[in-house]
């Protein structure tokens, strides 16, 4: 083997990423939104994280917010009072999640509707008696806390979202005998949404109407785009949701979805994907891999790669489930005492280059790396890099070179693998890097 074509496996096998300041792509997107927003022992580090948009979802689920919070069957407990009379709510508890939220920098996205329902018994999850109704406890829920209603607050909340997966169980198998999220019709939930948007926007038309949060936005998302659109009804804003092991599913998702709109006629209308996290099945009992996996480093190579993804896919806001502590779904926190785990940090890194504005061009054509950069107004310049191999067998590491834009040098790498968390290596334009690790560079 000539000594050239040694030179050109060597150049094929490295894995290079180059940066190109010059081309301005957009701002960095609220890709590190999330689900549930701090409590009193993660405030400090919540806060860190510059959370732009905390979705209230299943948030009556976890104690540690108090129980009895954001449902509107617990905020309205009894469907007979009078809508009009401000004795007939209860925002105590859900007033102390909202303030928690704008304490840590975080804006509230409310979800109107129900949590999840696990159990033998359901409580919230069937059609309300009187939709119009319905609609009207949720303007008053809007007013208390956007127009000091009922000793409320101004808090600007600007999205409200109506419902949450109203498609989660098939008409034809679980939702027969024990649905979760949905216990009517499609049929009448469309009513239900028809009647509760045209109901808010009417009063308050600079606010964003949307949801509804589907599980599965190809097969239910068509008809329901299809029957609002002939009532000429608002949709500022189509939320739905998608867990997987590969961010291109993801990403794939994330496009049939911003076409379906564009196709259906809604091309103003925001695509937010409001649930996303690691899942390597849904049927994976007893071993449970994918609970495990959520608080590694493995992980947060994920959330990286998919943010990375995402960043440069036809969508509005990523919104990570789930930051409510306590739960197999929340991978910055260590259950019970709270102590930091390695998906934190991927979502650190993120609010990193949010911080700089704008997002740049970077390029890599190694598989299973996935890049993003961002440019401060002086500059500066900031680059995400995640490894991420869904088969555990890679067990490697490789290096990576920047290709430095000129006048440019590393000034600093932080680097969370199985070696630590937020590690400091030395700053160099060759960074190495295991089968599932992320990295922070600074340029100057």
């Not at 599980?215 to 949701?241: M, Q, T």
């Amino acid at each position: 083997m000539t000594h050239s074509i040694l030179i050109s496996l060597f150049i094929a096998a490295q894995a290079v990423v180059g940066i190109n300041p010059a081309t301005t792509l957009g701002p960095v997107k609220p890709m590190n939104a999330a689900n549930n927003g701090p409590i009193d022992p993660t405030m400090e580090s919540y806060t860190a994280l510059r959370v732009p948009y905390a979705r209230t979802h299943d948030t009556a689920l976890g104690e540690e917010y108090g129980g009895h919070c954001i449902d509107i069957n617990q905020i309205f407990p009894n469907f007979n009072a009078n809508v009009n009379n401000p004795r007939s709510y209860d925002f105590t508890n859900s007033d102390v999640v909202f303030k928690d939220m704008l304490k840590a920098g975080t804006k509230p996205f409310f979800r109107l509707g129900q949590s999840i329902e696990h159990q033998t018994k359901k409580y919230g999850i069937y059609p309300p008696g009187n939709y119009n109704k319905w609609a009207r406890i949720c303007e008053h829920i809007i007013r208390h806390y956007n127009e000091g209603w009922a000793d409320g607050y101004h808090m600007g909340i600007e999205y409200w979202e109506i419902w949450n997966e109203p498609d989660l169980d098939d008409p034809d198998d679980r939702w027969k005998t024990d649905p979760r999220t949905w216990g009517g019709t499609q049929q009448q939930f469309y009513d239900l949404y028809v009647t509760t948007a045209k109901h808010l926007k009417m009063c308050f038309p600079d606010l964003k109407i949307g949801g509804p949060a589907f599980a599965n936005p190809r097969k239910y998302g068509p008809p329901f785009l299809d029957y609002i659109k002939g009532k000429n009804v608002p949709l500022d804003f189509f939320s739905h949701h998608m867990y997987h092991r590969k961010p291109a599913r993801i990403t794939e998702d994330v496009r049939i979805v911003r076409e379906m709109l564009d196709s259906k006629g809604f091309t103003s209308t925001e695509s937010i994907l409001n649930e996303w996290n690691y899942n390597r099945s849904w049927e994976e009992s007893p071993h449970f891999y994918s609970r495990r996996a959520r608080s590694t480093v493995k992980a947060a190579a994920f959330i990286a790669a998919v943010m990375c993804e995402c960043q440069s896919a036809p969508l509005d806001m990523l919104m990570y489930y789930d930051l409510r502590p306590n739960t197999s779904w929340c991978g910055p926190w260590e259950p019970i005492v709270y102590d930091i785990r390695p998906p934190y940090w991927a979502l650190y890194y993120w609010a990193e280059l949010a911080d700089y504005g704008t997002w740049i061009e970077s390029t890599c054509d190694t598989e299973n790396i996935y890049t993003c950069a961002a440019k401060s107004e002086d500059g500066k310049i900031r680059l995400l890099i995640s490894r991420y191999h869904e088969d555990d067998s890679h067990d490697t590491t490789r290096d990576i070179t920047i290709q430095l834009p000129s006048g440019y040098e590393v000034s600093a790498i932080r680097l969370t693998d199985s070696l630590g968390m937020d590690r400091r290596p030395d700053a160099s334009n060759v960074i190495t890097l295991e089968s599932n690790a992320v990295a922070l560079i600074e340029l100057l």
